[in-house]
């Protein structure tokens, strides 16, 4: 048997361990997402590092008529060079390697880059003049996460006036990265007072802006997580979703509304040794998973068997509350811990419907991080 499966294999006979996608799950999912942000008059721009196959985000661009966001610059290579002709990148670029690469990029299509500062601002505009080429900035706002971002209200009108200064850097909007709220808040009452908080923040931001005579073409604001708290008012024009695709075991814990049956993305595993009769390994570890412990991977065959830890490439499965009892040999599947992590450390991901081999998708970003 080839080490890569065939269209139309069944999925009992895939080598393991393989990222499996199941078809009619995504699509589904890209669906109701679709018709939640026609439904609140919102644009949707998926975030696509969640999957990082240019098919898949081709097949988002068509349904939402839009463009990517993506996080890093070699992931907006490899898209662009794919056909994607409107990206939003979310990091900065600040070194001239990276933002000669930049230019280039923004020569082929349409490109928005996020800054914060003027540092990174200053840098930019260099490289515009360099190359002679002009180019889309955001100004992401810093509403509670406290990563990167430049401060609400005055602070950021005020980058805002200076990129509107600059000849070649089109002013293009504000963004927020507002997840935090999603993992930091413990209850329904909290998550909505938090979103609020960020909602006002961006507000005033816009306001002090157009207060100087500025545009603001476009505000974006909202992941998988909370992206329908930011529609609830008209200050954010477009949402930005990235896991809603596939969903993963971290959105089960964290979002009541995405159950088991909403995640595409799963491991398929062997059982390899049963040491005890509660203690079972499987051919997958950290090397297939990722080393990412925000939540445990989640079996789908039997919810009580426990992943309870794991090395490079080999998973411990607690089984002493389980109903089935796996031997050596049998097949398990688990739904991804993390999926943007998982994602990362794959070269193809194997598409499944009706229990059989329906796509083989190659992952040409895998492990890009520059």
């Given at each position: 048997m080839s080490q890569w499966p065939g269209l139309g294999d069944v999925k009992e006979d895939i080598q393991t361990p393989s990222l499996l996608l199941y078809?009619?799950?995504?699509?589904?999912?890209?669906?109701?997402?679709?018709?939640?942000?026609?439904?609140?008059?919102?644009?949707?721009?998926?975030?696509?590092?969640s999957h990082r196959i240019p098919e898949l985000a081709q097949k988002q661009v068509k349904q939402a008529e839009s463009g990517i966001m993506v996080q890093k610059l070699s992931l907006a290579e490899t898209m662009v060079r794919h056909g994607l002709d409107d990206i939003v990148i979310v990091c900065p670029v600040v070194t001239q390697s990276k933002l000669d690469r930049l230019m280039w990029l923004a020569e082929?299509?349409?490109?928005?880059?996020?800054?914060?500062?003027?540092?990174?601002?200053?840098?930019?505009?260099?490289?515009?003049?360099?190359?002679?080429?002009?180019?889309?900035?955001?100004?992401?706002?810093?509403?509670?996460?406290?990563?990167?971002?430049?401060?609400?209200?005055?602070?950021?009108?005020?980058?805002?006036?200076?990129?509107?200064?600059?000849?070649?850097?089109?002013?293009?909007?504000?963004?927020a990265y507002d997840n935090h709220i999603l993992y930091e808040s413990s209850s329904q009452e909290e998550f909505c007072a938090m979103?609020?908080?960020?909602l006002s923040k961006l507000k005033s931001t816009v306001d002090e802006i157009k207060r100087r005579d500025?545009?603001?073409?476009?505000?974006?604001?909202?992941?998988?997580?909370?992206?329908?708290?930011?529609?609830?008012?008209?200050?954010?024009?477009?949402?930005?979703?990235?896991?809603?695709?596939?969903?993963?075991?971290?959105?089960?814990?964290?979002i009541d509304r995405v159950q088991k049956e909403d995640c595409a993305a799963r491991i398929l595993t062997t059982v390899i040794s049963k040491p005890t009769s509660e203690r079972v390994i499987i051919d997958a570890g950290a090397k297939t998973f990722s080393w990412m412990h925000h939540d445990q991977p989640v079996c789908?065959?039997?919810?009580?068997?426990?992943?309870?830890?794991?090395?490079?490439?080999?998973?411990?499965?607690?089984?002493?509350?389980?109903?089935?009892?796996?031997?050596?040999?049998?097949?398990?599947?688990?739904?991804?811990?993390?999926?943007?992590?998982?994602?990362n450390l794959h070269s193809q991901a194997i598409g499944i419907r009706d229990g059989v081999v329906s796509s083989v998708w190659s992952i040409p970003t895998e492990g890009q991080c520059r």
């Open positions: 078809e009619e799950i995504l699509e589904e999912n890209m669906q109701s997402y679709f018709r939640f942000a026609r439904a609140r008059g919102v644009s949707l721009r998926p975030h696509v590092k082929q299509a349409t490109i928005s880059i996020v800054v914060d500062g003027y540092e990174n601002t200053q840098a930019l505009e260099e490289a515009t003049e360099g190359h002679n080429q002009d180019i889309n900035a955001l100004i992401e706002v810093n509403v509670g996460a406290d990563r990167t971002g430049s401060e609400p209200g005055q602070e950021t009108a005020e980058l805002g006036e200076y990129i509107n200064s600059t000849e070649l850097i089109k002013f293009s909007g504000v963004l979103a609020d908080e960020v500025i545009e603001v073409p476009n505000v974006l604001a909202g992941t998988s997580g909370t992206s329908r708290q930011m529609c609830k008012e008209s200050v954010v024009t477009e949402i930005n979703p990235g896991r809603y695709l596939l969903n993963d075991a971290s959105f089960i814990k964290h789908v065959n039997d919810e009580e068997l426990e992943y309870v830890d794991f090395s490079s490439e080999h998973g411990i499965i607690d089984t002493s509350d389980a109903q089935i009892d796996p031997c050596v040999g049998d097949q398990l599947e688990f739904i991804v811990g993390n999926i943007d992590a998982t994602i």
